[in-house]
């Protein structure tokens, strides 16, 4: 297994979207205004794309521009110092049609309020970087 400069275990593809796939709140960043926006969302990994049910508005908005996001999971223990974390970089579109009407029928809710409307991040960036502590302490005590 990678590790990275800072000695964090870099994960490959598959370990990321098996990490994605056990997880349904992360964060959604996007650029409002050309200001950096960070929003939470529920999602759904749908094979190489993650589903987010949202309203009008600002995930919508970028949705339909075809905006490049990113999706942030991550499982952090605060008490040990361990945990991963997972970013997904990709083109956003809103989903429409056939393609609506089966995403809405998926296990998938909005974050808040109503969400009439389905987004698509499709995954072309992925990458993942996980942290045991065990593994820093015997790195410092080398």
């Known amino acids: 297994m990678p590790f990275d ?3 964090l275990e870099v994960l490959d593809r598959h370990e990321c979207l098996r990490l994605l796939a056990g997880h349904s709140v992360g964060r959604v960043g996007l650029s409002k205004g050309a200001l950096p926006v960070i929003l939470p969302v529920n999602f759904y990994l749908d094979g190489e794309r993650v589903l987010v049910r949202t309203g009008f508005g600002t995930k919508l908005a970028a949705a339909m521009r075809n905006a490049v996001v990113c999706l942030e999971v ?5 008490v040990y110092h361990a945990g991963w974390s997972v970013l997904v970089t990709g083109t956003a579109r809103e989903l429409v049609g056939e ?3 089966r995403a809405m029928a998926l296990p998938l809710r909005p974050w808040s309020g109503h969400g009439d409307h389905v987004i698509a991040i499709d995954i072309e960036l992925v990458s993942g970087r996980r942290l045991d502590p065990a593994r820093q302490v015997l790195a410092v005590g080398d």
């Open 5 to 7: 400069r800072n000695d």
């Open 74 to 78: 991550d499982e952090i223990d605060p």
């Open 99 to 101: 393609e609506a009407e």
